[in-house]
């Protein structure tokens, strides 16, 4: 990383970053248990989403919500520069009960209408990144300029109907659909009539991650929220496809750096 701005306060994340050279090889998949909106100033790259492929160009704006895997891919090693923004889908509560702001994270497909040409977003999250106040007026105004941006995309949510979906997506929903289910990625091919190594390639290169990796991280994702409403450990981990609690115990531990009690106290 070239350059680098992070801020990391009370759930709310920004975080402002310029790669020089950028590698697929230093890139991951992500899947996070909060809502996203990515912003792309420069480079040459691609963003694959739950098996949807969208061309970048400067002023591109991607939403994704809690559990919506998504990765970066790039073109070329040109320049780098984007922002990201992380926050509880609970962001807009006080003022908005109905969360009628966030219409275009949850009332869409998986991986669908992601998308956005919002060059003027920069401005806003350039205030973000340069305030330099205390923690209070932070969040006040992360919060304003966030549901501007919100407001602006309930604008532009009139689409068109969406294409069929492409053999990626159709893999990526299947997948979806048999997450908790006692299956393997052998049985997720056969079901498509592929080898092992056919689909595992073919997933790959729609979400940036292999079969099992995706897997895991949405049923980890799943379980925290499942923990986050009051389920048992136990009953969580069993409700999203675990059936080893010790399994889960350890790559739950791994992956949010805290054990599952932790989130009740």
Known sequence: MDHLKEIDRDGLYIRYAISDRPDNKDVDFHIHD??????????????????????????????????????????????????????????????????????????????????????????????????????????LLFTLRLAEIMDQLCKMTDREPTAEPTLSEHLVRYVNDMLHEDITVGQLAGHFFLSTSQFSRFFRTATGASPWNYILAKRLINARELLQGGESARKAAEACGFKDYSVFYRAYVKRFGEKPSDIHR
Do not use: W
């Open 34 to 139: 909060r809502c996203e909106v990515f912003f792309f100033v420069s480079g040459n790259a691609q963003y694959l989403v739950e098996g949807s492929v969208y061309p970048l160009e400067k002023g591109s704006l991607l939403i994704m919500r809690p559990g919506e895997a998504h990765c970066i891919h790039f073109l070329s090693g040109e320049r780098y520069e984007r922002y990201a923004v992380n926050f509880p889908i609970s962001l807009f509560d006080s003022f908005d009960p109905d969360r009628r702001l966030m219409l275009p994270y949850m009332e869409r497909p998986l991986g669908r209408q992601n998308l956005y040409y919002m060059p003027e977003c920069e401005a806003a999250l350039q205030d973000l990144t340069g305030y330099e106040g205390d923690d209070y007026g932070r969040t």
